[in-house]
């Protein structure tokens, strides 16, 4: 019986435990928010909505599902990082560097992307109705819905 209970408890305790190594580490959030310098941390389904990060240093860095509504992320270094389905609704990216960045399922509606560098960037059903894409630099970008984006000019 109390074999039956513990392979029982086995599957509760791993996703409990699981949940908490998937989220953000607490110290890069609090690293990132002091120096605006985060490379390669650990910020899956960060809390960053309307975040000051103008220039921050956010290269190959773990953004997965994060939240950043709003974000001021205006020529913040994003190169490599992983932006998969994260929250980038109304976010200032102008003249951030986005290239080889995974955008892939982001939400990037409305936001601020004038000048941006997004060379090489997945962005594969990433979302951008009223996003401003004026002299965005998207060669070799695969996919994106631009429907709706502002200034789409693609150069392969």
């Known amino acids: ?4 209970l513990v392979l029982l408890l086995i599957p509760f305790v791993v996703g409990l ?3 908490i190594t ?5 110290r890069h959030v609090k690293k990132l928010k002091k120096t605006k310098k985060c490379n390669r941390c650990n910020l899956k389904r960060a809390k960053l909505n ?3 990060l103008t220039r921050a240093r956010l290269r190959g860095a773990n953004l997965s599902r994060a939240r950043l509504r709003g974000a001021n992320l205006r020529r913040a270094d994003l190169r490599n990082a992983n932006l998969s389905r994260a929250d980038l609704r109304r976010a200032n990216l102008r003249s951030a560097k986005l290239s080889r960045a995974n955008l892939s399922g982001a939400n ?3 936001a601020n992307l004038r000048g941006a560098d997004l060379r090489g960037a ?3 059903g990433a979302k951008f109705r009223g996003a401003n894409l004026s002299r965005a630099k998207l060669k070799g970008a695969k996919s994106g ?3 709706g984006a502002k200034g ?3 150069k392969n």
């Open 145 to 147: 819905n631009f429907k």
């Open 1 to 4: 019986m109390k074999k039956l």
């Open 108 to 110: 990037l509606r409305g």
């Open 22 to 26: 998937d989220a953000a580490n607490s």
């Open 122 to 124: 997945n962005l594969r």
């Open 152 to 154: 789409v000019r693609i």
């Open 17 to 19: 435990f699981g949940h």
């Open 50 to 52: 309307a975040v000051r």
